[in-house]
């Protein structure tokens, strides 16, 4: 592997960029579109949309960074299930708005059944296993990206960053006077190779696999402020993605502002 390619948080914003030689690419995790609908149908909970708001906010983002390209590490919609009535509808408002402006790709995620073959002509589409991104048919980035409902493709072990989503880290925080508040927080740390796949580092990865320095992986907050998450400073909360908390021995937090918290267990 190279020099390690620039994956930088949008400052405030529960976003990043990714800078993938030939384009920039915007990425962002755990959407959610049709959140409200699926609140409503799941569990009786009435909620005001902020499908608008959440829209805006993506496109505001896509001309204030100057991106390329939007990538989405999974879960674009809410509801488990093919996309239909309201849902779908929102779904389709917010990929047009996308699209208008950039190419959108979109990782599987676990809420996605049916998404990428809803809107084939619209968006490209990663499977669940996650890939490298890049232009297609030139050569691969060093950039990997997975959603992280399953065990990722072993080959994203050959990316300088692996960028996952699902998770939706938070942190708790406490004052001086025993308050606490929750927000969204980035986790960044060295990959632990063996604890990523399935079956452990596997075969052999060869000499020069062995002399390169693991992967960095990225666990994005999610972009939906309604999903909730794992509070990751809070004992006994536990983990969602197969391959965490063990592929992440050492990780700091971030909030979305750019403070650095530390070694998230220790927030």
Do not use: K
Not at 8 to 22: C, K, N, S, T
Not at 158 to 179: I, N
Not at 219 to 224: C, I, L
Not at 229 to 249: D, H, I, K, M
């Amino acid at each position: 592997m190279g020099d390690a390619p620039a994956v930088e948080p949008v400052v405030g914003e529960p976003a990043a960029l990714a800078d993938l030689g030939a384009e920039r690419a915007l990425l962002v995790a755990d959407v959610h579109a049709g959140i409200e609908v699926g609140l409503r149908y799941e569990r009786g909970v009435e909620l005001d949309s902020r499908a608008d708001e959440r829209r805006e906010r993506l496109v505001d983002l896509i001309v204030e960074t100057d991106a390329d390209r939007l990538v989405v590490l999974g879960d674009l919609a809410h509801r488990i299930g093919a996309p239909d009535g309201d849902e779908r509808q929102e779904l389709a408002t917010l990929i047009s708005a996308v699209t208008d402006r950039v190419p959108m790709t979109l990782v599987e995620g676990n809420h996605d059944a049916g998404v990428a073959a809803a809107f084939a002509d619209d968006l490209d589409a990663i499977g669940p296993e996650g890939g490298m991104l890049g232009e297609a048919g030139g050569p691969m980035s060093d950039v990997a990206v997975c959603h992280g409902h399953t065990w990722p493709d072993p080959a994203l072990l050959d990316a300088d960053v692996v960028c996952t989503g699902h998770e939706h880290p938070q942190v708790r925080l406490e004052d001086a006077v025993g308050g606490s508040r929750v927000e969204r927080a980035w986790l960044r740390g060295e990959l632990d190779p063996a604890a990523f796949t399935e079956a452990g580092e596997g075969a052999d990865p060869g000499e020069d696999a062995r002399d390169a320095a693991p992967p960095e992986l990225v666990v994005f907050p999610a972009f939906n402020e309604r999903s909730g998450g794992t509070w990751v400073n809070v004992e006994g909360q536990s983990f969602l993605a197969p391959y965490l908390p063990a592929a992440l021995p050492t990780a700091d937090a971030y909030l979305l502002d750019g403070t650095r918290l530390g070694d998230y267990r220790r927030v």
